[in-house]
């Protein structure tokens, strides 16, 4: 069976986590580059023996050569430096771009057919970046921050209602950090809106929470930051796309006027498909939700100016 050429680029924490994942679900062949001498080829070859194990098929090839990546029809963006505790995700800014920015050179050079899921942050604003720096179809550049923003608000709502997190479904919006949008309203238990489970002091606590859900980890582990969620939220959205799930998921797109916003990347419901961002879902927004998520995209701005 031939299988899609897959590349992750960065093969720390949340790249490595993602590669493993890509091939325990066979989603494709994974090529896993990385500057750092012979780690990725380390853990690729410690990844095809755990595979041998578990019985994937897949396959997972280490490199330091970003060439190797040619003809990948999808490529994950997780290189870059992560946060330190106390760094704000906007500190990352400036290295990160220099890192990114040349990656998405290469991309448009090797991989001109690829969809390109970003990861590394300052989110919205790296994406835009790749999506500038390789001319690809808007279609074809997306932001992971939304599925995992919302899988910590889901995850929070199971915990204080004691009840099954697959019966939760959340929605955040907005950029990935302290502006996020997490929306209540749509928020749901079985169909049932948190906003009728809960009083509304609760629920203003787990809304923070999940703003604070990357720092909260970096506190905990002193060294890098999440990566298990990360890199199943990035996978959740390749796979909506290599298998052609339509799914709705938050995620970074490039809006055109959409909630008042346009020509810039922010976290909101989109459909991934075999043609990447397939639609743009615009959700019945209250005065004070549009103003928080047009707030959260000026700051995006802000950002990508500074650039
Ligand atoms: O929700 C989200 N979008 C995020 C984002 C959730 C979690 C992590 N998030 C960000 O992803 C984080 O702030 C970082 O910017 C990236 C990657 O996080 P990770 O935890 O994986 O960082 P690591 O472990 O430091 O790995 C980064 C790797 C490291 O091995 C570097 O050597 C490598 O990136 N790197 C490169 N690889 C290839 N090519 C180049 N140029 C390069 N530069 C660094």
New binding site residues.
Partial sequence: MSRPKLAV???????ATTAQRLVERELGDVIL????EG?PQGKALDMMQSAQVLGCEASIFGTND?VDIAGAELVIV??????KPGMS?DD?LRR?AE?VG??ADAIKVHAPEAFVIV???P?DVMTDLVYKRTGFDERRVM???GV??SARFCTFIAMELGVSVKDVCAMVLGG?GDSMVPLPRYSTVSGVSITELLPAKRIAAMVERTRNG?AEIVGLLKQ????YA?SA?AVCMAESILRDQKRILPAAVRLNGQYGISGLFSGVPAKLGKNGVEQILELELTDDELAALQQSASKVKELVDKL
């Fill in positions: 680029i960065g093969a720390g924490m949340v790249g580059t990385d500057i750092v780690m970003i997780t290189a870059g430096l992560p946060r995700r990352l990160n890192i040349g990656l990861v590394t942050n989110l932001g992971m921050a995992l923003d990935h990357g890098g930051s999440a990566f990360p939220s």
